[in-house]
């Protein structure tokens, strides 16, 4: 019985061995697969960083801020305006004639939900103004990306956000930002105020999506 079995475990070993040179000598159907497939050689890219740090990027938030101060102190003051026109309005509750009282309170709610709909109108436009400024930069990255790994024989490219792990060596986040500087040192920011009410329409859906 013991021969049998030490038989047994050699036929299973020589098994083993059989396939495995099967898949590594040349000529043979696995080989000739393997042999087709690229070795992967993997690039990381910090996008978020790129975001942050480019020069095109930064100047995109500048004029972000700049159009959304100038909304502020818009708003400010029409809060103020309305805040000042409720007070007068509620004074004049026991001087003016029932019908008279309720024709200026149902205009000062519409000045208002027009305010509300101008406000939001507002803040639309400029969000889509400022993902069309960062979708410019982020094509630009993705082909930068795409030159560098290029240049450095690399076949894939993850975000830093993707992994966990991985070693320094695959970092291409500073080559991709410096020649996207280079390439790229700022974008055209729309004017949020001549965009078309279409695109303002198309940011509030890609946002509630």
């Known amino acids: 019985m013991k021969t049998i079995a030490i038989s047994r475990t050699f036929l299973t070993a020589l098994s083993v061995t059989t396939v495995m040179l099967a898949l590594l000598i040349p000529g043979t159907a696995a080989y000739a697969q393997a042999e087709k497939m690229a070795v992967p050689v993997l690039g990381v890219v910090d996008t978020d960083r790129i975001l942050q740090e480019s020069l095109a990027a930064k100047g995109v938030r500048l004029e972000r801020d700049k159009y959304a101060n100038q909304y502020q102190s818009q708003v400010k003051e029409m809060e103020a305006s ?6 007068e309005l509620s004074q004049q509750r026991g001087v003016l ?74 970092d291409i986040t500073k080559p991709v930002l410096d020649k996207l500087n280079e390439r790229l040192g700022s974008v055209a920011f729309q004017n949020p105020e001549t965009l078309q009410r279409q695109g303002s329409e198309g940011a509030a859906a890609g946002a509630a999506n």
């Open 82 to 87: 309305l805040r000042t026109e409720d007070q």
């Open 97 to 170: 004639a029932p019908e008279v009282f309720q024709q200026r309170a149902q205009g000062f709610q519409q000045k208002l939900a027009d305010f509300q709909t101008q406000l939001q109108d507002k803040q639309e436009r400029l969000d889509f103004a400022f993902q069309q400024a960062m979708q410019e930069i982020g094509n630009t990255i993705m082909v930068v990306s795409s030159e560098i790994a290029k240049e450095r024989g690399i076949n894939a490219v993850m975000a830093r956000s993707q992994l966990m792990i991985f070693d320094p060596s695959m």
